[in-house]
């Protein structure tokens, strides 16, 4: 019933920027937040950037002053913008949700970014 879609994906240069979007269809009303996460290879799999329905925002220390969280809610849609792009941001980003006691019940199927250099 709830399905969320990423796109935005893709290879990049170090240095450059990349737009993720985060399409939420279903009943979507219940969630406390929204995240992205990202699982690199041989790495733990990490929360980047979190928001709340009120706008509030969270960052990992990795990405903070460089990658920015926002949503849409006309659209139904959450976005990550991602600038200043290293290699270790290499990694499948995904969307997901997190409930008010922290569980995170619907994921989407994840988009590949790779930055090169």
């Known amino acids: 019933q709830v399905q969320l879609v990423e796109s935005g994906g893709g290879l990049v240069q170090a240095g450059e920027s990349l737009r993720l979007s985060c399409a939420a269809s279903?009943?979507?009303?219940?969630?406390?937040?929204m995240g992205w996460s990202r699982q690199a290879p041989g790495k733990q799999r990490e929360l980047v950037a979190a928001?709340?329905?009120?706008?509030?925002?969270y960052y990992a220390d990795s990405v903070k002053g460089r990658f920015t969280i926002s949503s849409d809610n006309t659209k139904n849609t959450v976005y990550l913008q991602m600038n200043s792009l290293k290699p270790d941001d290499t990694a499948v980003y995904y969307c997901?949700?997190?409930?008010?006691?922290?569980?995170?019940?619907?994921w989407g199927q994840g988009t590949q970014v790779t930055v090169s250099s």
């Open positions: 279903g009943s979507i009303y219940s969630f406390y937040r």
């Open positions: 997901h949700s997190i409930t008010l006691s922290g569980r995170s019940d619907y």
């Open positions: 928001i709340t329905r009120g706008g509030s925002t």
